[in-house]
T-cell receptor, first 116, second 109 residues
Framework: GAVVSQHPSWVICKSGTSVKIECRSL??????MFWYRQFPKQSLMLMAT?????????EQGVEKDKFLINHASLTLSTLTVTSAHPEDSSFYIC????????????FGAGSRLTVL | AQRVTQPEKLLSVFKGAPVELKCNYS??????LFWYVQYSRQRLQLLLR??SRESIKGFTADLNKGETSFHLKKPFAQEEDSAMYYC???????????FGKGTRLSVIA
């Protein structure tokens, strides 16, 4: 089945540094990937839609200069949290459509970011 | 505008009792509805979709267009059903799925 791999699974960084999270589709090509943020015991918040070869589409209220998304290939999208602050600490999850045009998503295992 | 409402944040039931997790949606077109589940320390995964009309792990969900609902049901809850359940709405095209806020199901032994 379609599998999405996320790396790292957890990361701790100092305030002011930048952190990159990778999302890879392992056995399929993903022209579109989605990045979510999940707070403890709360819902998923869609941050942005990552489109291969073009700019990401950010949801209202999400700072595009803060959360840089790059989708340079059909199997890799990256989320970089720039100049991270403690309030950016969260669980970040990526997902991809299992096939183009399909609404079924496959999710990564998530990346827990802790900013000290 | 597309919207998914899961009115219950937390639902606790005893083992063996029936379960119904509510989901209502708002969408003017022809919707595609899903239930995703997240077990403790696991990734989100698809539980079922309305077009499949199948039962997964004993769960079923029927799309009721008149009531704009897609409630998830299981006649006899099991402890392993304890998880976070998300209802999601999709449409044609490349727009993202719209997720509800989720309902945490706790099955008590």
């Amino acid at each position: 089945g379609a599998v999405v791999s996320q790396h790292p699974s957890w990361v701790i960084c100092k305030s002011g540094t930048s952190v990159k999270i990778e999302c890879r589709s392992l056995d399929f090509q993903a022209t579109t990937m989605f990045w979510y943020r999940q707070f403890p015991k709360q819902s998923l918040m869609l941050m942005a839609t990552s489109n291969e070869g073009s700019k990401a589409t950010y949801e209202q209220g999400v700072e595009k200069d803060k959360f840089l998304i790059n989708h340079a290939s059909l199997t890799l999208s990256t989320l970089t949290v720039t100049s991270a602050h403690p309030e950016d600490s969260s669980f970040y999850i990526c997902s991809a459509r299992v096939s183009a045009g399909a609404n079924v998503l496959t999710f990564g295992a998530g990346s827990r970011l802790t900013v000290l | 505008a597309q919207r998914v409402t899961q009115p219950e944040k937390l639902l606790s039931v005893f083992k063996g009792a029936p379960v119904e997790l509510k989901c209502n949606y708002s969408y003017s077109g022809s919707p595609e509805l899903f239930w995703y589940v997240q077990y403790s320390r696991q990734r989100l995964q698809l539980l079922l979709r309305h077009i499949s009309r199948e039962s997964i792990k004993g769960f079923t969900a029927d799309l009721n267009k008149g009531e704009t609902s897609f409630h998830l049901k299981k006649p006899f809850a099991q402890e392993e059903d304890s998880a976070m359940y998300y209802c999601a709405l999709g449409n044609s095209g490349n727009t993202p799925l719209v997720f509800g806020k989720g309902t945490r199901l706790s099955v008590i032994a």
